[in-house]
């Protein structure tokens, strides 16, 4: 059960390292975590709570952000910053969104704005904030699975439900300390199915899937052409 909790946290939390590529993932994994603990909290947090809800917002286009809620990261944990009124939640994940595996678990420089639609936001939301409160509490890494398998059994969060998908098309992202903001795109959350029927990972496809069978659901991320702000964005080369 333990597997199948990290496998979802993993995924529902974009697993930051898949923009690199398998081979990349497998010599980080091989090598010495350059962030081998929490840096101090002020680290993580931006002073500046403006300048937090407009790069939440950038993740997605004015369209759509401007009418959605916004979450900034306290020392308490996530709370809203601005009222919606679509349904869709912008924030800023940190590196913790990533999987327990991750080499930059604790990265301190890492801002990736990304803005949900209603189903993705039901399930991802609550998640990041479970997530965040008890990394902010100090757990251990084996402390969070025991707490996401209890709160899981308990129903006090869900799994993705169908129509689920979120925009991360900030320019000033910062993934991590390889890929940077990557490139714009999309994210989809579906039940667990074959990667071909969205034509993912095949020669010249720009779908990417992570699929993890424990966690009975698969991610697809398709990367775009422009930035939220309009702006075009470098060519993509599977």
Known sequence: MHRKISSLIASASIALVVVLGVAWQV????AKTPYPSMAPLDQYLIADRSAEIALAQSAAPDSISRDAEVMVLTRQGYETAVKGKNGFV?????????????????NPKLRAPVCFNPPAAR???PLTIKKTGLVLAGRSKAQMLDAFKTAFDKKELREPESGAMCFMLSKQGYLNDHAANWHPHLMFFASATEPALWGADAPGSPVIVIKDLDSHFSLFLVPVIKW???????????
């Open 90 to 106: 912008c924030m800023v994940w940190r590196s913790w969104a990533a999987g327990f595996d991750d080499p930059e678990f604790w």
């Open 123 to 125: 399930f991802s939301v």
């Open 228 to 238: 939220s702000d309009g702006t075009p964005a470098p060519p993509y080369d599977h």
């Open 27 to 30: 010599q980080a994994q091989d």
